[in-house]
């Protein structure tokens, strides 16, 4: 049977991708900040900032769930085709 190949995220892109979160959500929650509204306004847009990021979490954690039970439905297929295959023999006569 063959293995799959795994991948995985080099550190580099990892803290690439850990800054450029922080980076922005800092920039945008100093934005909301410094924004010469009311308090009101200010604690909307907060509000709204939080959604977004606890959305695009569970988004992005959705997408792994969903990319990780296709590749063990693919690996448990591809088993079952390797058992068949293993079992088979053309020379037999039924």
Do not use: N
């Not at 580099?12 to 909301?32: C, T, W």
């Amino acid at each position: 049977m063959t293995q799959p190949v795994k991948t995985s995220t080099t550190t580099a892109f990892y803290i690439q991708a850990v800054l450029s979160f922080v980076i922005s959500l800092a920039g945008l929650a100093a934005g909301i900040l410094y924004l010469p509204v009311t308090a009101w306004v200010r604690s909307f847009l907060a509000l709204g900032l939080m959604y977004v990021v606890t959305s695009t979490f569970t988004l992005a954690k959705c997408v792994r769930d969903r990319q990780e039970e296709s590749t063990v439905v693919s690996r448990v297929d591809q088993a079952r085709l390797d058992k068949l295959l293993a079992e088979h023999d053309p020379f037999r006569a039924e």
